[in-house]
């Protein structure tokens, strides 16, 4: 059973396109992430979410619009996608913060804004 | 703002040779350190969660060991399969960070037959 899964896997579109990212957890956890991971593969948090509502926003354009229908689900919209946004971006979930906070990763979409 | 600092950048060990990873943290209060593997096109896979200075745990040939400043993962007698991105990822004690984890730029460990 998949615990995290997101769609797609790979995305290739234009510069100046509008393109979503979805994930869903099966795991009951009430807290969800997204991650984007450069070239150099270093991880970095983008935004949090727990029971749907927006806990971390780190600094991360305007144009990234993350939504959570429900605790399920955490999709990623991006606007005006820029050749900078070309990156592997992961979703993660985890069950709060106070117990042991694993956080448990989906396989990541690769965008490549061309 | 937390650090995490990982070495070697790159690790290449012939199989059953035994080595460790380092990864060098600096946060203003210790909620959680953490390892995760990463296999190349995949998502990161959690390994260990460690709370405290003396902390160890183990899991097949991994032992992950923890200090004030720093985690090592051991990894003994290593396999071919055991080749992967290992990521160190720490969680500081701020009472409304909601898990935001800081990754470290992790080590490529390669493993020959």
């Known amino acids: 059973d998949t615990a995290v899964s997101q769609t797609p896997k790979y995305l290739v579109t234009q510069m100046g396109n509008d393109k979503s990212i979805k994930c869903e957890q099966n795991?009951?956890?009430?807290?969800m992430y997204w991650y984007k991971q450069d070239s150099k593969k270093f991880l970095k948090i983008m935004f949090s979410y727990n029971n749907k509502e927006l806990i971390i926003n780190e600094t991360v354009p305007n144009r990234f619009s993350p939504k959570s229908p429900d605790k399920a689900h955490l999709n990623l919209h991006i606007n005006s996608l820029e050749l900078g946004d070309s990156a592997v971006y992961f979703c993660?979930?985890?069950?709060?913060?106070?117990?042991?906070?694993?956080?448990?990763f989906g396989p990541g979409t690769r965008l490549t804004v061309l | 703002e937390d650090q995490v600092t990982q070495s070697p950048e790159a690790l290449r060990l012939q199989e059953g040779e035994s080595s460790s990873l380092n990864c060098s943290y600096t946060v203003s209060g210790l909620r959680g350190l953490f390892w995760y593997r990463q296999d190349p096109g995949k998502g990161p896979e959690f390994l260990f969660t460690?709370?405290?200075a003396g902390e160890e745990k183990e899991k097949e040939r991994l032992k992950a060991t923890l200090t004030k400043k720093e985690s090592f993962l051991h990894i003994t007698a290593p396999k071919p399969e055991d080749s992967a991105t290992y990521l160190c990822?720490?969680?500081?004690?701020?009472?409304?960070?909601?898990?935001?984890?800081?990754f470290g730029q992790g080590t490529i460990l390669t493993v020959h037959p």
């Open positions: 795991l009951g956890h009430d807290t």
């Open positions: 460690l709370y405290s």
């Open positions: 993660a979930s985890s069950q709060g913060e106070l117990r042991s906070g694993t956080q448990y």
């Open positions: 990822a720490v969680r500081e004690n701020r009472g409304t960070s909601y898990g935001k984890l800081t």
